[in-house]
Structure formats: structure tokens, C-alpha cells
T-cell receptor, first 111, second 115 residues
């Protein structure tokens, strides 16, 4: 059973700061990683995925993967109050289309 | 394009009653997932269908839960009899089958309260 661990938070940052969200996983064979965002009372939506070691940037979002240390991070630059949400890390089951989700980290960005 | 459609959006029922949740996946998607989300356990996969066939139902908590997908555009999740511990938000998601990299698109969810 793959395990995905996240700090539940809340992580509080001021507007304009960099928010850093972390996720650790137990299966060394995991090859790809997903970050979903979930606003309160809404459904999860994919914001980024990453396969290879290193960084992947998409606008204000950067995903960082370190397979040796088995963690993946999501950095949000120039945080905005609209980024306030719960961020879920997910790892796929090998050979399937299913995902195992972490419990998520709540991010609060204050104006 | 319409997204994943779920009904009802809210359901309040009494313990022991039967509950049926419904889902219409995005047209053209042939994989469908049912999830349950609670504060304690997070987002858990209950069952996964591919081409209308259940592939992985290891997450179904017990025999009180059952799911069907009679065709590519409709799926149900049934709980009978319901218990207070079944109270949660139930999400349906769909994607294009094949790569595990396929984005899963979630419906708005059904908030179930069992009294």
C-alpha cells in the first residue's frame, strides 16, 4: 500500500510570499507525482504533475522532485489570497490509472 | 463541454435507509472513479471502472457498499443500509483510460449525512 504523507497545516503566509508545500511518499518505485488544489467545499482539480528529478515550473507554481529523498514539493511564488486552499499530493498505482492521495495541506494566504 | 455530473448534491437520510448516488462521466472518458472524503481519512478511492468494468474495488469498505456502471455514461454508488459513519463527501471522477498520467476530472461531489 502506497503511503503519501503531508503536513495538514494550516500553513499561513502573507500575500506576496513564497509558499512551500511538501509531500513524502513511501514507494521508491513511484515515477510520477501530482498536485491537486481543492477549495473549501469544492472538488479537487489538477494543477501540476512531475515525472523526473528536478524542478518543473508553470507560471507561479514550481514542483520539485527528489526521488532519492522521496519527497516532492510545490512552491507557490507571489502567493495570493486566492491561492488559499488545500493542496493534495497524489501518487499513481503502478500499472493503473488510480491515485493515492495525501490528506492535504491547508494553505492560508493573508492580504 | 459539461464536466462530471453528480446527483444529488446533498443527501440527508436516516440510519438504515438505502442511499443511491449517481454520476455521469465526461463524454468520451472510459475510466471512472468513486472516492470518499472525510476529515479523518482524507480522499480515499472506493472503486475504479474501466470500460464499464470494475477493475479495483479494494477500497469499498464493506458489503453495504456496491457500485455499478451499466453503460459508459452512467454509474451509481449504493449504500444499504446506511450508517452514520458513512457521512462524507462522495466524489466521482473520470479520465481517458491508458496512461496513469491522465488527469482525473472530479465532479462537484455529493455531501451525504446519515443521521
Amino acid at each position: 500500500q502506497k503511503e503519501v504523507e503531508q503536513n495538514s497545516g494550516p500553513l499561513s503566509v502573507p500575500e506576496g510570499a513564497i509558499a512551500s508545500l511538501n509531500c513524502t511518499y513511501s514507494d521508491r518505485g513511484s515515477q510520477s507525482f501530482f498536485w491537486y488544489r481543492q477549495y473549501s467545499g469544492k472538488s479537487p482539480e489538477l494543477i501540476m504533475f512531475i515525472y523526473s528529478n528536478g524542478d518543473k515550473e508553470d507560471g507561479r507554481f514550481t514542483a520539485q522532485l527528489n526521488k532519492a529523498s522521496q519527497y516532492v514539493s510545490l512552491l507557490i511564488r507571489d502567493s495570493q489570497p486566492s491561492d488559499s486552499a488545500t493542496y493534495l499530493c497524489a501518487v499513481p498505482h503502478s500499472g493503473y490509472s488510480t491515485l493515492t492521495f495525501g490528506k492535504g495541506t491547508m494553505l492560508l494566504v493573508s492580504p | 463541454d459539461a464536466g462530471v455530473i453528480q446527483s444529488p448534491r446533498h443527501e440527508v437520510t436516516e440510519m438504515g435507509q438505502e442511499v443511491t448516488l449517481r454520476c455521469k462521466p465526461i463524454s468520451g472518458h472510459n475510466s471512472l472513479f468513486w472516492y470518499r472524503q472525510t476529515m479523518m481519512r482524507g480522499l480515499e478511492l472506493l472503486i475504479y471502472f474501466n470500460n464499464n468494468v470494475p477493475i479495483d474495488d479494494s477500497g469499498m469498505p464493506e458489503d453495504r457498499f456496491s457500485a455499478k456502471m451499466p453503460n459508459a455514461s452512467f454509474s451509481t454508488l449504493k449504500i444499504q443500509p446506511s450508517e452514520p459513519r458513512d457521512s462524507a463527501v462522495y466524489f466521482c471522477a473520470s479520465n481517458l483510460q491508458g496512461l496513469h498520467t491522465d488527469t482525473q476530472y472530479f465532479g462537484p461531489g455529493t455531501r451525504l449525512t446519515v443521521l
